[in-house]
Every structure is written in structure tokens, then in C-alpha cells.
């Protein structure tokens, strides 16, 4: 039960982190909702003119303004660091995991464009402590265990899919990807590029790097502990150098989260 | 306590296949032509909860979009093409606070969004026209109608193209010219 609730805190803790300086970046960029903002209400409402009727959607819409959100985002804020001082467990930790989730849906009604892989993996977590840890099943040794092994089957998902996805297409294969990909303005950065400029043995050995740990990542549940260290180091310094390099620091948090549950899966299974 | 425990039992039962089921999903929605996937994302997703874990692939994403715009006054004179900035630098800090990587983020996301919308309606199955009424191209609109206009601005009309970025190896390319739309 120790190494259960361990292991839950530990994956507490880490997205959290994530998700507080997710929410603080969106807090600076709240003039994005305003009404002349990129993601005004006015517009993107469109979406969502087949729910206009229903009364949960109406309430919730009358949040999507500069001033709902922000008060959204500070609950959530709140919220975070209540549940970085609440016992795993706890009903107080489940309220704040409540709280969590009902805004994290209510500002998913309006940022489905600019919000990436973190978030979504961060959603996913924040679901499933909703739900293993509700007063119902009495955070139950099975539930938690059930709560861990989808969070850490989630990622090793998500690493293979990405591998396989590279593994398919010929840019990946042919070690240009990763050039192209910091060659652009918006994940790139002109220093990295020009490591990688007129390098091609690098390059091709930066993308088979990636295509094959990544499509391999899952091995690490079963593999022996020194080999799977090494899958979960690679993975960090991947995440690490793409917060560095391409900017997408909550990635790092959000995939570390999962990071305990692939290594209590590890050793359930070892 | 019998009924504590059958209640806890059940719960646990009904999490374990939620979650389950949540697993499967994800599966099949990587397969994003899939028609299942198409159901899955359309039908029962309402909050995005279905990841997509392709990141970077199989198309690296290796352009830069731009988007452009210029106006139309009333004497009917056109003036000059004007850059929306989009991108920028990123400071040494943005691998811990990066609150620039939304506005990239919505902007990425929309255009990606109208480029891969856009045959759909230059084909026959539906009137270019009515690419005018999607989403993506309604917030692209909106977003250029904000920036800063002269008082005799009348109608304004974008341009969205893609460059390679830092090293240029190829010209930039037009993707979408707009009308001149009434602001």
C-alpha cells in the first residue's frame, strides 16, 4: 500500500508542476480569449452550437470570457498547490482532484486549438486520480493498481506510437527529419541547427535514435532493471533537450508523471 | 459492510473497464483515417479526451507558416502586404516558462487545420466558397482583422504561405489567398 500511495504522490507531484506553469503561461496569455483575441468566443463557439441548448454547456459557457478564465486558471492554481499539501488519498486530495478536473474540461472547451501531447496526458492522469481515488472504491489496492498500469501502458503507448509513426515515413528514415523539424522558427533554434548542418551522419543517427527507442520504449516494462534504466534516462534527456531546444517544456513534466507508473509496472512484473 | 464491499467491488469493475475501454480508443484513434477513428474523435470525444500520439510524424512539420494581409481603402487603392508575426525567438529560459508556445500553438494548429480542409472543398464534393464558413478560416480572418488598420481601411484580404525556416533551401510557397473581406 506504501509503494502505491509512493508512487501516486510521486506522479501527483510531477504533473502538478507541469500543470501549474501550463496554467500560469495561460494566465499571461489570457488577452487570447478576449474578444479580440485569437481564441475569442465569438468564434469559437462554432463548435459548439449543437450544445447551445443544453443547460451544462450553457452554464459552462459563461465562463469562456478573459475574466471567467482567468478565475478558472487561478482556482486551478490554488487547487494544485492544496493538493501538493493534501495526503494521497485523502478527501481533500480528491475534492482538489475534483476541482482539477471540472477546469481543466471548462478551458478545454476553448484552447482544442493550441493544446498539445502534454495536455492531453496531463488530462489523462488528472481522470484517472479522479477516478481511482473517489470515496466509492476506497482507493482499493486493485483500483490504484488498475489507476497505475493505465497510466503507465498510456505512455508506453504513446512512446511506440510516435516511434512507429517515424518508423513509416521517409523523411524519419532518411535522417532529415530532425534538421527540417530545427530549421523552422517555431520549434526550432539556429544554434542546434547548426550542429546538425552538414552533418548527416549525425542526423541520421539523431532520427534512428528517436525512431527506434522510441518504438522500443514499451521493453523497458519487461527488460531487466540496468537495461530499462536506460530507456527511462533516454527518456528524460529527450524530453529535456526538447523543452531545451523546441520549447515544449511541459512535455517534460507531464511525460515524467507517468514515469513512476512505468517503473511500479516494471516492478510488478519483474 | 457486505454492501460497502460489493459497492467497492463493482466500482473497481466498472473503473477497470472505463479505463479499459479508454486504452482501446486510444488504439484504434491512431489510426486517424480509420473510420472508427473518425467516429470515436466526431461522436463521443466532446473534451479531446483521446490522444493522438503520432508527434512529429509521420510529416515532421517542417515549414513556417505565414500569414499576410493587406487592405483596401476607400478610394479603391490597395496598399502593401503586412506579416502578422507569428513566431519569434525563443529566450534561453522557454525550456522552463514558455508562454509564447500557445499563440505558435493556435496559429500552427488552425492553419494545419485549413491547409488539410482545403482539398476537401476544392473538390467536388463541396463548394470552395464554403471554405469561408470553417472554423479555421473564420479565426484566421478574425485574427488579421484585429491588427492595426488606418481609418479609410474599407475591406482587408490574408495571404497564408509557408517558408523552410532558418536555412533557406526552397522559396516560400503560397498556400491560400483570401477575398477582401469588409472590416
Given amino acids: 500500500m506504501n509503494i502505491l500511495n509512493n508512487t501516486y504522490h510521486e506522479i501527483i507531484m510531477l504533473m502538478s508542476i507541469g500543470l501549474f506553469i501550463s496554467t500560469a503561461e495561460y494566465l499571461v496569455k489570457i488577452k487570447i480569449f478576449a474578444t479580440d483575441g485569437l481564441l475569442s468566443w465569438n468564434v469559437m463557439q462554432i463548435r459548439w452550437e449543437n450544445s447551445s441548448k443544453n443547460w451544462l454547456a450553457q452554464t459552462a459557457f459563461k465562463f469562456i470570457n478573459p475574466r471567467g478564465l482567468s478565475a478558472i486558471f487561478v482556482l486551478r492554481c490554488a487547487l494544485l498547490i492544496a493538493l501538493a499539501f493534501a495526503p494521497v488519498g485523502s478527501l481533500n486530495a480528491w475534492l482538489c482532484l475534483t476541482g482539477l478536473l471540472i477546469t481543466v474540461l471548462l478551458s478545454s472547451l476553448v484552447t482544442f486549438y493550441g493544446s498539445d501531447g502534454s495536455d492531453q496526458m496531463t488530462l489523462l492522469i488528472i481522470v484517472t486520480l479522479f477516478l481511482v481515488f473517489c470515496p466509492v472504491g476506497h482507493a482499493n489496492p486493485t483500483l490504484l493498481k488498475i489507476g497505475i498500469w493505465f497510466v503507465g501502458l498510456q505512455s508506453c503507448l504513446s512512446y511506440a506510437v510516435a516511434g512507429l509513426a517515424k518508423l513509416f515515413s521517409n523523411e524519419w528514415r532518411r535522417g532529415t527529419a530532425i534538421k527540417d523539424v530545427f530549421n523552422t522558427r517555431t520549434y526550432g533554434s539556429p544554434w542546434a541547427l547548426s550542429l546538425l548542418n552538414n552533418r548527416p551522419w549525425l542526423n541520421k543517427f539523431l532520427c534512428w535514435n528517436v525512431i527506434l527507442m522510441e518504438t522500443l520504449f514499451p521493453l523497458s516494462l519487461f527488460l531487466p532493471f540496468p537495461l530499462a534504466v536506460c530507456f527511462w534516462i533516454w527518456g528524460f534527456t529527450f524530453h529535456f533537450l526538447t523543452a531545451v531546444i523546441m520549447g515544449l517544456n511541459s512535455f517534460l513534466w507531464a511525460f515524467m508523471a507517468t514515469y513512476p507508473a512505468i517503473y511500479f509496472i516494471h516492478t510488478q512484473l519483474a | ?183
Fill in chain 2, 1 to 183: 459492510m457486505k454492501t460497502e464491499f460489493t459497492t467497492e467491488l463493482v466500482y473497481t469493475g466498472v473503473v477497470g473497464l472505463l479505463l479499459a475501454l479508454w486504452f482501446v480508443a486510444t488504439v484504434i484513434c491512431q489510426f486517424r483515417e480509420s473510420k472508427a477513428s473518425n467516429f470515436i474523435r466526431h461522436h463521443l470525444d466532446t473534451f479531446g479526451m483521446i490522444p493522438l500520439w503520432t508527434f512529429f510524424a509521420p510529416s515532421p512539420g517542417k515549414r513556417d507558416y505565414h500569414l499576410l494581409f493587406r487592405d483596401k481603402y476607400a478610394d479603391q487603392t490597395v496598399g502593401e502586404w503586412q506579416q502578422m508575426e507569428i513566431t519569434e525567438e525563443r529566450k534561453l529560459w522557454s525550456c522552463i516558462w514558455n508562454p509564447q508556445k500557445r499563440d505558435k500553438k493556435v496559429i500552427s494548429d488552425v492553419v494545419q487545420n485549413l491547409v488539410s480542409t482545403m482539398p476537401h472543398y476544392r473538390s467536388g464534393e463541396g463548394d470552395y466558397r464554403l471554405l469561408m464558413f470553417s472554423m479555421p478560416y473564420l479565426i484566421v480572418l478574425h485574427a488579421v482583422s484585429l491588427c492595426k488598420r488606418v481609418p479609410e481601411t474599407e475591406s482587408r484580404q490574408f495571404m497564408l504561405a509557408e517558408s523552410c525556416g532558418y536555412i533557406k533551401e526552397t522559396d516560400p510557397t503560397f498556400i491560400l489567398l483570401s477575398v477582401f473581406h469588409q472590416i
